[in-house]
């Protein structure tokens, strides 16, 4: 095996671990991402008033 071979073959593994470590890093991101996310919706108390005050149809009030 000559050297540039042997160079070749160490530049193409050292790129193969470059990708293999680029993408278990973007999916550990993602991972954390929607971890935050779903947290965040957790924490949050439902807003009743939010859609009550949207709706499309509403209870009309009674007169007295």
């Given at each position: 095996?000559s050297l540039d ?60």
């Amino acid at each position: 095996m000559s050297l540039d071979v042997i160079f070749a073959y160490v530049v193409g593994v050292l790129a193969a671990l470059a990708v293999i470590g680029a993408l278990a890093f973007v999916v550990v991101w993602e991972w954390c991402a929607i971890r935050r996310t779903l947290a965040a919706q957790r924490r949050r108390a439902p807003e009743a008033s939010f859609w009550r005050d949207r709706a499309a149809v509403s209870i009309p009030e009674r007169r007295p």
